[in-house]
């Protein structure tokens, strides 16, 4: 059973156009999501989280949206660059748990 | 400060052999995480451990083993070597001082292969 969910395997969008990477859940008690960014042969470093008090957090070029009612979290890069493209997990835990379901990953592409 | 460090970073297995993956973290994080990610796929949660002397299993526990005797180091111990395992292990720390801030820093990995 997956919980966590990135229906898109893989995405290719041209520099300086948004990116829109998608992620969707079913466990209803996740009430905190990460999006992290992994490049070939190192470790996922993080990029952005969201607590579900919030639907919107901003910092920088990227923005997470989450919308509870629907499960759903979207990560924008705006605009994107070449740099950006590697493969983005989200990631989503319940509160006191610190145990994080991951997602199977979009790989993004970023055309120069 | 070096982070999240993983030893080794390659190695291959026969079937039946055993082995331990080394981990190791200088934040003085107390939460530490044991994944793997076969090709294609997330990460799953092998054993994760909320502080010294305490572990607890994640999603995919089968054949491994864990220890934390000190807050630095979290090794994982495969028994006995299956194909299923070959995989490309990460090793994670971080230290919750409350939600929002709790990021999970992540070793470079060790690529498994077992034959």
């Known amino acids: 059973d997956q919980q966590v969910k990135q229906n898109s395997p893989s995405l290719s969008v041209q520099e300086g156009r948004i990116s829109i990477l998608n992620c969707d859940y079913t466990n209803s008690m996740f009430?905190?999501?990460?999006?992290?960014?992994?490049?070939?042969?190192?470790?996922?470093?993080?990029?952005?989280?969201?607590?579900?008090?919030?639907?919107?957090n901003e910092d920088g070029r990227f923005t997470v949206f989450l919308n509870?009612?629907?499960?759903?979290?979207?990560?924008?890069?705006?605009?994107?660059?070449?740099?950006?493209?590697?493969?983005?997990?989200?990631?989503?835990?319940?509160?006191?748990?610190?145990?994080?379901?991951?997602g199977t990953g979009t790989r993004l592409k970023v055309l120069a | 400060n070096a982070g999240v460090t993983q030893t080794p970073k390659f190695r291959i297995l026969k079937i039946g052999q055993s082995m331990t993956l080394q981990?190791?973290?200088?934040?003085?994080?107390?939460?530490?995480?044991?994944?793997?990610q076969d090709p294609g796929m997330g990460l799953k949660l092998i054993y994760y451990s909320v502080g010294a002397g305490i572990t607890d299993k994640g999603e995919v526990p089968n054949g491994y083993n864990?220890?934390?005797?000190t807050t630095e180091d979290f090794p994982l111990r495969l028994e006995l070597a299956a194909?299923?395992?070959?995989?490309?292990?990460?090793?994670?720390?971080?230290?919750?001082v409350g939600r929002g801030t709790d990021t999970q820093y992540f070793g470079p990995g060790t690529r498994l292969t077992v034959l």
């Open chain 2, 23 to 36: 981990c190791t973290q200088d934040m003085n994080h107390n939460y530490m995480y044991w994944y793997r």
């Open chain 1, 31 to 56: 009430d905190y999501f990460l999006w992290y960014k992994k490049y070939p042969a190192e470790g996922p470093t993080f990029l952005i989280s969201i607590s579900s008090i919030k639907d919107k």
């Open chain 2, 66 to 69: 864990v220890s934390r005797s």
């Open chain 1, 68 to 102: 509870k009612s629907a499960k759903h979290l979207s990560l924008h890069i705006v605009p994107s660059q070449p740099g950006d493209s590697a493969v983005y997990f989200c990631a989503a835990s319940h509160s006191g748990t610190y145990k994080y379901i991951f």
């Open chain 2, 83 to 96: 194909p299923s395992q070959t995989s490309v292990y990460f090793c994670a720390s971080t230290e919750p």
